[in-house]
């Protein structure tokens, strides 16, 4: 009886053990609420869920992750929201620049050098250097390096159709009448959002036509949007349309529509930003891609043709991909600040750039970072920065209130329902607004 009693004690003993740890394993844990951009259409979303968000939850069992999936205008609605209510998250997908001028400029999210310390060695320059970031402090480190302008070119049926490469725009604007009578569009966009003309094509023509040095002019008060500098980019795009190049059908394509049909030979052409290569390549759940990696050879990434009157030739529109942020409410030296950084700095990780490579998904950020068996189109697009001058992508330097009239106005020029002169107007005085709020 004695010793089936002192068993019983010893079991009831080992059980207070289990339940204190356990209870103390649960007090412990830290929860971190994550706003992530991400779009669950894409090939590689099954790779980045498993081998980056889970992973990390499976390697770091004191730290629980709560994220938010979003992409597209309902991210930043929901950004915008969580800033108003003062409620961000602990770690937030944000952009260097001026599409996410909220956190920037509220300073709503912590410097991240002091975290990075001598690892910032370890990044390409441009990446971990705080004046190429709206606030001009390390407020995230990109994960990568992004042209938001590529001409996706299908190279077979450009031949099929006995055409050639248009090295300028007249001899773009010249293959108009065949393709039409082939019945095919010339270029593809999927502009249904008002973001992405201004990202993937304007933001390129305007740096073809006006320059960076223009757009400085304007931010240091020493010209204006209804210049004819920036008048004319908007000629020029309107004339997109008059020359059919263009179709006012690209607003009414939904964005993730695109590459569908690119793959499927509605046209030979496409402009999107340098991610859209993820979209044709490989999706590892099925084993199946909009196009083949034996057939990528044929897609050539290159940039829209020659523009008349060039001051910045041979460009396109880069900037410094997007990347994690770190909420600056969150206690300085803390547990959850610890956590934060750990999971961010896993974010931007060799591992984690090396899958992003393989996907697709970014161009990556540190030096070094190399894999086997790419397919196609991605080698195509590692050496594509060699190629060509960066230039502003405008929601990156102006503030919304500039940009988000461009955004519209581009729509409504496609449309027929402004003209250069009106949208410039509207942008302008929306400029001007904006420098008005800041002297108050």
């Known amino acids: 009886m004695f010793k089936k009693s002192r068993v019983i004690s010893i079991l009831l003993a080992a059980f207070l053990v289990v339940a204190v740890v356990s209870g103390l394993s649960a007090q412990e844990q830290i929860t971190l609420k994550v706003l992530n951009y991400l779009d669950l259409t894409s090939p590689g979303t099954e790779r980045e869920i498993k081998e980056i968000w889970e992973a990390f939850e499976k390697n770091n069992p004191d730290i629980k992750i709560e994220r938010e999936d979003l992409f597209g205008e309902p991210f930043h609605q929901k950004l915008e929201a969580y800033a108003a209510a003062g409620n961000l998250p602990d770690v937030i997908y944000m952009w260097p620049g001026a599409r996410s001028a909220t956190l920037h400029d509220k300073k709503l999210v912590k410097d991240l050098a002091p975290f990075l310390g001598d690892m910032a060695d370890e990044f390409v320059p441009a990446a971990v250097d705080p004046n190429n970031q709206r606030g001009k402090y390390l407020a995230m480190i990109p994960i990568g390096i992004t042209a938001t302008h590529m001409l996706y070119t299908n190279q077979e049926m450009l031949n099929d159709l006995g055409l050639n490469m248009p090295e300028t725009y007249d001899e773009l604007k010249t293959m108009v009448p065949k393709l039409q009578e082939a019945g095919k569009d010339v270029v593809i966009m999927g502009a249904q959002d008002d973001w992405v003309i201004q990202s993937v094509l304007f933001s390129m023509i305007v740096g073809r036509l006006a320059g960076d040095a223009f757009i400085d ?138 899958i992003r490579l393989e996907t697709g998904a970014a161009i990556p950020s540190r030096k070094g970072i190399t894999a086997e068996g790419l397919e196609p189109l991605v080698e195509q697009r590692l050496r594509f920065y060699e190629k060509y001058v960066g230039t502003y992508v405008l929601d990156d330097v102006l503030p919304p209130e500039a940009y988000m009239p461009i955004n519209v106005g581009l729509q409504e020029i496609a449309l027929g329902m402004s003209t250069p002169e009106d949208v410039a107007a509207k942008v302008q005085k929306g400029y001007e607004e904006w420098i008005a709020g800041l002297e108050e």
């Open 217 to 354: 002019k304007i931010l240091a008060g020493e010209a204006k949007f209804t210049d004819e500098p920036f008048v004319s980019t908007l000629k020029f795009y309107q004339q997109l349309f008059d020359d059919g190049v263009l179709t006012p059908d690209i607003v009414m394509t939904p964005y993730g529509t695109s590459p569908a049909l690119f793959a499927a030979g509605e046209a030979p052409f496409t402009i999107d930003g340098d991610w859209r290569v993820g979209a044709f390549l490989t999706d590892p759940a099925t084993g199946e891609a909009l196009i083949p990696p034996e057939k990528q050879d044929n897609i050539l990434l290159t940039i829209f043709p020659a523009i008349p009157d060039e001051v910045t030739p041979n460009s396109t529109s880069m900037v410094l991909a997007t990347g994690f942020g770190m909420s600056a409410a969150i206690p300085d030296n803390s547990p959850k600040e610890e956590a934060a950084w750990r999971l961010i700095s896993w974010l931007v990780s060799p591992e984690v750039q090396k």
